[in-house]
């Protein structure tokens, strides 16, 4: 047999590959058998199939040249996304039609990158790939099975001259129409709930200060908490529920508390917004020089990404229009005291643009991570990161940590900045005998060792960001790294601190690190108490390094690639003093990483310098109090 890759994306496809062909035809020693997904993989290993992932596919310099041609397609249409509609808003769905388009443009990028770099290093000559069924998306995200490998697949094999062979993935059983009906009935339902609250609401909250905030999530809700407590005239009114039930989240929106917007909307006016739309897109297609910007090491994508914007992205789009509109006259109703957001994409983001437009005043405080930029990929991706968590139509922007206020003066912003400290960021108790406790609660039996707690946030598929994030199989990667030291220094002990997500499952991870019981994965549970018990937290970029250096936990940044430092003070093993502890640590292969949990494990009862916590931390007196700053918005009207 010739040299053949098999991919395969997700789970299912492994049984109808079988089922159609040999379970043994993978067992063969010229099939190399790429997982694409992690509960692929950990399916494969369960059959006693070997297999590879994607984790030395990609690598740094794919990490690199796939954000350059990301960025070119990027800049090439957004001349062609300028939207505004009848309230005059613009920018909101520009920027979303921007995000989603580049979603799916990354997903095909790290598709071409990693198929290519299987096929010229493993000299394959014929690709093994599954047909799919994508008829059930309806939505701006990758759906998650939504697939795309075996388009990818057939135009790499046609470029290689190699062979290309599809098999056929399971059949969607679903009724679209039945789907779409659920939908429709669940809208209506939101209508009537929104036009009963429109009618009552001035005499519900008459004398009351109301501030409309976007959702109680990323601890956005302790801190609405507390303006509560400081002013008795305010009343809180959330746009969303959180993570409840369709029907809870109908019945929480009868009350005072919630307001769903509805996304049903009279036909005459969404098929004209629709259509403006589908020009918009037709423009883009048929630019000089679309062919070519839509193309990655000679394998061009162009129709895949318009098919996609076109049947799934403009859909979404004009759902943002039909809610603005309800959220317009909510707005004109209810007449708001102040609006704050802990993010501004989609309709949040044009809900900044509307505050702007009736000069009520607005407070983005952002749940990411800021950092600023020191090269062109760093810039790239952080850019576009905050144009949905900082860089926004908000009046006014919560600067939460030094490391935001320098990332502004890279990648200023029109909102006004101000200083308050750590305001969603996760707080520890700093009582010892409660850490104490906490330690034998969660780990008990080890609550003596030095305690690592690991902490990440992997980007796969529907959300991937190039260089500044893992993907989830670097991710993994890097954790079985870890493991491999550990397991030869009893002393310390890791806490993998996960967020299960459909295509990283706790069980999952588990069958895919190695066996050893130096760790434990924990998905339950607040993090602030993982961090209490911490000695030190451990990640590559995520909002969990700054919540540990706003509580003087100490840092390792972990990148066996060397690619990124998120900190960018974060000593290096070479910089380390014996007579001084540092606050944040750079690790960039295992030879240092052994150097570096040693050092630490020496000198980590030397207490660490204030100087070494400067750059992470506000003072006091740097910081102002939120409900002092907004006293003359809520102080009770003469």
């Not at 002013?231 to 019945?251: Q, W």
Request: glycine share 4%.
């Amino acid at each position: 047999m010739d040299k053949t890759l098999v991919i395969f994306e997700f789970e299912d496809e492994v049984d109808s590959f079988i089922s159609q062909r040999s379970i043994n035809e993978l067992k063969d020693d010229n099939v190399y058998v790429l997982a694409l997904m992690p509960e692929t993989q950990a399916y494969l290993k369960q059959l006693n199939i070997n297999f590879f992932n994607t984790g030395n596919l990609f690598g740094k310099e794919g990490h690199e040249q796939a954000l350059l041609q990301s960025d070119k397609i990027y800049n090439f249409c957004e001349p062609f996304f300028q939207i505004e509609d009848e309230l005059g808003i613009k920018d909101g769905y520009r920027i979303s039609l921007l995000f989603y388009t580049r979603l799916i443009v990354h997903y095909i990028l790290w598709l071409i990158e990693i198929i290519e770099n299987a096929c010229v290093r493993w000299d394959i000559k014929k690709i093994v790939s599954c047909c799919r069924d994508n008829r059930h998306i309806i939505e701006p995200f990758l759906s998650a099975k939504e697939g795309y490998a075996s388009d990818v697949c057939t135009k790499i094999a046609k470029r290689f001259n190699i062979d290309c062979e599809l098999f056929n993935g399971q059949k969607i059983t679903q009724n679209l129409s039945l789907r779409k009906l659920r939908k429709f009935i669940k809208e209506v339902a939101v209508y009537v709930v929104y036009k009963i609250k429109i009618i009552f609401f001035v005499l519900l909250l008459k004398n009351k200060k109301v501030v409309l905030a976007t959702s109680r999530s990323y601890n956005l809700g302790n801190v609405l908490d507390k303006l509560e407590e400081a002013f008795n005239n305010i009343c809180v009114i959330y746009l969303s529920c959180g993570k409840r039930t369709y029907l809870s989240k109908l019945i929480s929106s009868i009350y005072c508390e919630v307001v769903q917007l509805p996304s049903i909307v009279f036909p005459g006016k969404g098929r004209r917004f629709y259509k403006y739309l589908c020009s918009i897109i037709s423009n883009l297609e048929a630019s000089q020089g679309s062919k070519e910007i839509f193309s990655y090491r000679g394998i061009t994508f162009r129709c895949l990404v318009v098919k996609r914007i076109r049947e799934d992205i403009v859909p979404a789009i004009c759902e943002i229009y039909f809610r603005c509109g309800y959220l317009d006259k909510f707005l004109k109703k209810c007449k708001p005291a102040m609006i704050i957001s802990q993010m501004a994409r989609d309709t949040d983001y044009n809900l900044g643009e509307l505050a702007a437009k009736y000069k009520i005043p607005s407070l983005l405080i952002s749940h990411g991570s800021h950092i600023p930029p020191e090269n062109e990929y760093e810039m790239i991706e952080w850019k576009e990161h905050g144009l949905g968590l900082i860089n926004t139509h908000y009046q006014y922007v919560a600067i939460q940590s030094p490391w935001v206020k320098a990332y502004l003066d890279k990648i200023p912003t029109r909102s006004i900045s101000i200083n308050t400290g750590p305001l969603l960021f996760a707080r520890i108790d700093s009582d010892d005998n409660k850490k104490k406790q906490l330690r034998k609660k969660l780990v008990p039996g080890c609550e003596d060792k030095i305690i690592l707690v690991y902490a990440d946030t992997p980007r796969l598929r529907e959300s991937l960001r190039f260089y500044v994030y893992q993907t989830v199989d670097e991710y993994i990667n890097s954790l079985n790294s870890l493991i491999k030291i550990l397991e030869n220094r009893r002393e310390f002990y890791l806490i993998v601190r996960l967020r299960p997500k459909h295509y990283l499952s706790k069980d999952d991870l588990k069958m895919l690190l190695i066996d050893s019981d130096c760790y434990s994965i924990h998905t339950e549970g607040g993090f602030e108490d993982y961090l209490s018990i911490a000695d030190m937290l451990i990640s590559y970029s995520s909002t969990t390094i700054e919540e540990a250096l706003q509580n003087k936990v100490p840092v390792l940044l972990y990148d066996p690639e060397g690619k990124y430092c998120h900190i960018k003070d974060a000593q290096m093993i070479g910089s380390l003093s014996n007579n001084e502890i540092g606050s944040c640590y750079f690790v960039n292969n295992e030879e240092n990483l052994i150097k570096t949990l040693e050092y630490f494990k020496v000198n980590r009862a030397k207490k660490i310098p204030d100087l070494r916590w400067d750059s992470h931390v506000f003072g006091e007196s740097e910081k102002v109090n939120l409900a002092s700053y907004f006293n003359e918005i809520f102080v009770p009207n003469n």
